[in-house]
């Protein structure tokens, strides 16, 4: 049977580099590979196939190698290694950066930091290299300035409209850039994200979602697009007036399941 | 600025029905929506939004109406009632059932089965009803007939050639019928699965892969294409020669990070 | 400050081994040691330390050298090793068993088996060496003969009674040996908890969580008591006849938090 | 057969409370009784029974009828309401407090914070009410002072001895109050705990517990005991030598399994 698309590599590659200032980069790196494979794939002959073992080395090698002080550095330095194997056509370096800030009371100390994970995905074939930046896990929550009201009622409706409700999510985006990205970029998009999230009142998820999305086209030229994947981590008010409690409104039970999940590419308009 | 592809829906909705016979079905579903949402998202208009929470209300009034004795029924049930709505224009139930086997002691008593998650996904618009299978989480091993060897060699490559490795990967597949499923063919493809699996010399975790798609396309005829991804659980061996112990390289540390991660299609040739 | 109870280890170490016959033993293991360790906490004096990492290569050295045909004989080995250490005056090795099935299709391969994760914990100091037993996520369920009623009622409770709901568990038990124990007990004690799980109407959580140590006590004089823990994973009836759907009490809505946790031990008489 | 030591109770309460200010408490509450329950367990009567869904209601009660300002003094309202059941001899109130910072930009709007989950456990019975706090996850790393020498060494030790590492680990850490604590308690001893995991030069992770321990101990006089876990996240160095590339040591493998564990309890002298 024809082989159809395929890739392959090596994922939740853990890196850690530690600085001369003894500060420190801690990423998770994926490589992916396409290719002229199909020998691989139908006949057994693994001839010009790169062992994800060594795509592993690679990293490692290149990140003691190289100042690992910019990711879209870093990313297309992967990419352009591996385009160099005769019968790789396409490679793709994922990097994630987990947060670390610096402890008050020590030195060279550190504790997790907030603000979610960072991506930088870097992608390159005969026509060039390609950049695209991203946040996942950026947890965050509104106790005001949120509603939902005027959605499609029918006979399985059964949410009341509100006019005040906690709105909570855990912000996934992923952006294109148009050019090559800075170093710095990535935090001013994050703060864009940030402060559009909180900026508005809130009618949807969905226009959220689109205020942020637009907030980041209008502040960085360099972007093209970005895709952002809000779910909804509903807040139920819990009811205490059948306590003989009065009800202020204001406890809620926090669920996990169901969610809703709010999709969408806000872009530039042609 | 403009919206782009968008899509909105309920994802973990856990729904369990207890049959007549008190056997079980034990279902997580997802629904997702695509349609013209673009007031919501510029305007803060929700006119003819379907609420995520209806979604879920749907799905358990379904359940409680409908026999749930065939997934592709069920979810195109689901996918009909959606595109019954007038803003919307493409609808996605994806379903995924978790197994349970009788236990033999004891009458309408269950354990967690083995076998993996099956998925059953119905996607419609006004093209019609489209129907894709999978699994996912199918774990499988083998202790023989595993080898990796010939693949390229540079200054990077450290990783030596075996004839015997152990070989071990989490399966997920996903596969598109080109006409109506049966209920009975998800648990033919599955053991079509597990049967090439272990049918052949493995010269490479891609051999295998499409060894497995193959399978599936020549004991399926309605199943247009297959896409597989297969993780490299590596075991490694560990070196015990160091502590004058003799080595009989059956002995090997199972890793999680980082992972092999092999990905295709196999399709019907045209 | 003094220093009080104290205990160090290494814990997740991945072992697999395969057998002549190619079967294969797949056990996470836990080493844990107390002793004479009071300078290397409060002077920073490592004299006599065993490293963790050394406890590792342990773990696979003894698997190489020993036929790791019983997990009670391994653990001992295991235990009587790290005592021979002159400031270790307590070990404890946990092994956890990953359950593979043999594939029908296949030599040499498998898939995750059901059944839940085998526990078994060996403990040793100048007293002697101590066998435990155990099991964890062992997931059951019954879709009849379960009932909760007749509990207390106050201002607070909304529960309604039910003579017929969804009785759903993750299992955990260990159990303590008065003797040494054999390789095939385990499986007679998971037997013995399954059908005790559902040989019996239920009218609570208690009384089912009672009933299955009671079983084992009785099939198993070497065993001295027995603790298990079984969270009640709800299924809630979802009330559909606000749809106008007649409500058959046959669909349930899964719920993972919050949950009940029930948890006891029943031993032997004096 | 005998029923031991056993209890019950509702756990993964998700509880969010908005303040008059908009600010907000996210909680998780676990709730565990014991007392009078034998016949529960043994015949089936579940009569006093308080089933663990009132105890799910009564949190949620509880929380809109007291400001919630104090986790001391709503787990003490807990634990005081439970004990006024008949049956019921001792209560404990588990709270595990999700960090929230506000962001700059907007009013109301908050992301996850860093710093770890705060835990409060309050216990009563008979003999009064006890309090304990504590932490979790509380990801902390150094890139300097840390160390590991002069540790045993045998046949099976292969660990070289290193002069500086990187040390990292996820602190747990639990303390038991003599006295009542006040609310703002929990922030001292936190930034007690950092400050003192970077205050020092490191020669393991023991002598590291047991200077934090000590560093809260001296600090906090209503502390009578502090119990901490340490897990040693190991990030070895990657060997780029053999790469032809000149080794700096500055290039780590983080790794998640096997991991060291360290655990002990640091109390005052009698």
């Known amino acids: 049977m024809p082989l159809g698309a395929n890739s392959y590599g090596k994922s939740e590659i853990r890196l850690v580099k530690v600085g001369r200032d003894r500060g420190l980069r801690d990423l998770t790196v994926d490589i992916s590979l396409e290719g002229d494979f199909e020998a691989v794939h139908t006949r057994g002959d693994n001839t010009g196939l790169v062992a994800t073992d060594t795509m592993r080395n690679v990293v490692y090698a290149l990140a003691a190698e190289k100042p690992l002080d910019s990711l ?42 907030a603000g979610g994970t960072r991506l930088h995905e870097v992608s390159g074939d005969e026509q060039g290299v390609r950049h695209a930046g991203g946040v996942e896990d950026l947890l965050v929550l509104r106790t005001a300035g949120s509603a ?12 009341p409209e509100t006019g005040d409700r906690i709105l909570a999510t855990a912000v996934a985006a992923r952006w294109d850039y148009r050019e090559d990205p800075d170093e710095a970029d990535w ?25 942020m999305g637009e907030a980041v086209l209008e502040a960085q030229p360099a972007i093209e697009r970005i895709h952002l994947t ?41």
């Open 230 to 270: 809000l779910p909804n981590r509903h807040h139920l008010p819990y009811d205490v007036s059948r306590f003989g409690i009065e009800d202020r409104g204001d406890v809620f039970h926090a669920t996990t399941e169901p969610f809703g999940l709010i999709d969408a590419t806000v872009e530039r308009g042609r």
């Open 72 to 113: 879209p550095a870093f990313g297309a330095d992967l990419v352009e290694h591996f385009l160099g194997h005769e019968r790789v056509s396409g490679a793709t370096a994922r990097l994630r950066e987990h947060p670390w800030e610096g402890l008050p009371g020590g030195e060279h100390a550190f504790q997790r930091g």
């Open 148 to 159: 939902f009201a005027g959605f499609e009622r029918d006979r399985f409706t059964t949410l």
């Open 187 to 211: 935090a001013r998009v994050r703060d864009t994200l940030l402060a559009a999230f909180a900026d508005h009142h809130s009618p949807s998820v969905q226009f959220t979602l689109h205020r």
